[in-house]
């Protein structure tokens, strides 16, 4: 049985422990709580179950409780210089055994634990059963669809990986335009600068696993939304998102209709 009331009360006393204050906490804050909200939306919306419902929004509540210690830590959201948050949060939640306090009943912990740390890898791992995979790909696309959003609304320079100053200043490393001509998802180790980064996270489209989700992501036109709050000063750069613009809502469009 999920308490999901139960667990929110206590997320909130989880981060109380942060400075709120702090703008990388207060966005991983707002951004988990809006991913539960979208991963039971999207429950929903494939008509599972109340008790499965419950669990997809449980598993957004915890899928970034990683980024917390990352961010008091190393004081960054960019995992190569500092520690897999998702490897971090499986280590909070079950090491530290913080996992109890968000749900009593022990019997979905193996399905909680693969969906966290599989939600920000670059492919699900192999070997999960049908509900781990389920509740694995409900939360990869909860998260992405809220990390668009995030771009949409907070300071940009707050979220970007490398920590750059004013983003309209950045460059596009140049073979990013083929790369997410591909169709693929992209590593963020890859990113050079923080306009490659940008481009990363528009890559996330092309993981997504259910239609709802890419028409959802149609109908509140992040992408363009994010590349006219960028403001490229670079003309390469500027001519290039726009074109990533139009070959993402082409794709989006092909893939809803297919």
Known sequence: MIDIVKAKKYFKEYVSNYDINVPRINIKF???CR???NARK???MLKLSKEEQDLAELIGLLHDIGRFEQVRIYNTFFDKISVDHAEKGVEVLFKDNIIRNFIDDTSYDEIILKAVRNHNKLEIEAGLSDKELLHAKIVRDADNLDIYKVFTEQKIEDCVILGTKDISKEKLTPEFLNKFKEERLLAYSDAKTDMDF???????LYGLNFKETLILLKQNDY???????LNCQDEYTKKTMNEIVEFANSYINRMINS
């Open 223 to 229: 992408i363009s939304k994010i590349v006219k709050r």
């Open 198 to 204: 940008m481009v990363v996270c528009f890559a996330h």
């Open 30 to 32: 707002i951004h988990t």
């Open 35 to 37: 991913v539960a909200e």
């Open 42 to 44: 999207i429950a929903n």
